[in-house]
């Protein structure tokens, strides 16, 4: 009976994903020994020795700190300034900064679009509560008026919003983790990204999305393994949110699709006819940015229709979503902007028809940059929305306990691969 180690095949491969995949199964095809292993620790051992730093534009995202003392309009003008979608938060009450862990200084992420939907709505619970007229007043000088000019919503630290649930964990990796501890978090818990710090001075680096390592994933495609899962049609899964998205139709007001948004915490919108019911946009949480930076929108948001809405992105260029764009560092990067020009237009939805794959659905995510994909009939009406995490969980063990079973990525991978693991040591059947 001869055995081989899956460290040390990995260890000899310096290919990207796949090559180590072929390598590995080319390894095992010269054990022709059978004996019986349990499968849990296979895979993760498997994935456990590809490094966070070979996922792509890490170090191009856009980094920003903010203290927890800072004030929501400090807050809000800085990543509007700077042009990024989301920071981290910095804890600064302890004066004995030298003795914290460089992790322990970031207690949480917020992004822009929370921060300013939370600001829309205190606003009109303000407004409709006093019934002053100089509120209008100040609306009409737009968002940044209202900051400025309402201290109970400008001034508001950053720590507070923490009580509406508007952080998100700071779960950080560092470029030495592995891949299969990014997709421990991304399916445990609910982010949207992974922070990268670097110790011991370094700080916070960068980080890794979801569509970045939905990209990764998909470099093991035609592999077998990959493909047994990644082939199955979408009705042979159970995904979280399919059921019920959020929706609106093209009649109702921006206001009406901005409290969706809010109450429902979801990235989007439906707009659809409604005579037809059939999709003819939506309305995502990157798009709040367009009332921050225009005035009328904002002022006009609760007579101006959402179909209205989704035809007025003039200044966003019209491409071809699958154009090479180096579809890792660059679109990464973009992700993380405000002013991102490589996501698909207001009117240009996102969507999948419910007989395709959960490859196509990951393919079509990654090249439109976006994060959700809505699931329409033959009549190009909503059934349904997944998002990126609803596929990375379909490739995602439940633990990193060997002795757990791996769930249905391990199973197939291993069973594909015909081999069985015994104490992290991988042997081939015959």
């Known amino acids: 009976m001869q055995s081989r180690k899956i460290a040390d095949v990995l260890k000899v491969t310096d290919g990207g994903l796949e090559d180590k995949e072929k390598n590995l199964t080319s390894s095992l095809d010269n054990d022709n020994h059978h004996v019986q292993i349990d499968s849990g620790s296979a895979l993760q051992q498997y994935l456990d020795h590809i490094p966070i730093s070979s996922i792509a534009g890490i170090k191009n995202s856009p980094v920003l700190e903010l203290k927890a003392g800072d004030s929501i309009r400090d807050a809000i003008h800085m990543l509007y300034k700077k042009d990024i979608f989301a920071a981290a938060i910095v804890d600064v009450l302890s004066s004995d900064t030298a003795s914290i862990r460089l992790s322990d200084r970031y207690i ?35 968002f940044f ?36 501890h990014a997709l421990l978090l991304l399916s ?66 921006v206001a009406d699709a901005l409290k969706l948004l809010w109450q429902n915490q979801t990235c989007a919108v439906a707009v659809v006819d409604g005579q037809t019911k059939r999709l003819l946009g939506n309305v995502r949480n990157s798009d709040v940015y367009n009332l921050v930076k225009n005035n009328d929108l904002l002022r006009n948001r609760t007579i101006l229709t959402v179909e209205e809405f989704i035809h007025m992105e003039t200044d966003k260029i019209k491409t ?111």
């Open 108 to 142: 949480g992420l917020i992004d822009f679009t929370s921060m300013v939907l939370w600001c829309l709505e205190e606003y009109d619970k303000i407004n409709k509560s006093t019934m002053e007229n100089h509120l209008t007043d100040i609306e009409n000088d737009g």
């Open 145 to 180: 008026s209202i900051l400025d000019q309402v201290p109970q919503i400008g001034q508001t630290k950053v720590s507070e919003l923490a009580k509406s649930f508007l952080w998100e964990p700071f779960f950080p990796v560092n470029l030495d983790d592995t891949v299969l």
């Open 188 to 253: 445990k818990h609910r982010l949207h990204v992974l922070p990268v710090i670097q110790q011991p001075e370094a700080g916070l680096i960068g980080f890794v999305t979801q569509n970045a390592v939905v990209q990764h994933l998909l470099q093991s495609s035609e592999l077998e393994w990959f493909d047994s899962i990644a082939d199955k049609n979408l009705s042979d899964f159970r995904f979280e949110g399919q059921q019920n998205p959020s929706r609106v139709y093209g009649d109702q007001t």
């Open 320 to 430: 071809d979503p699958t154009i090479e764009h180096d579809h890792g560092a660059f679109l990464t990067a973009g992700s993380l902007r405000l002013k991102n020009n490589f996501t698909p237009r207001m009117d240009l939805p996102v969507a999948n028809k419910e007989n395709e794959t959960l490859k196509q659905i990951m393919e079509h995510m990654t090249e439109t940059n976006s994060s959700f994909s809505f699931l329409i009939n033959d009549n190009e009406q909503v059934t349904g929305l997944l998002t990126l995490r609803d596929t990375i969980l379909q490739f995602a063990p439940p633990c990193v306990n060997s002795s757990i079973d791996g769930g249905g990525f391990f199973e197939f991978a291993l069973e594909q691969s015909g081999c069985q693991v015994k104490n992290g040591t991988m042997i081939r059947n015959h």
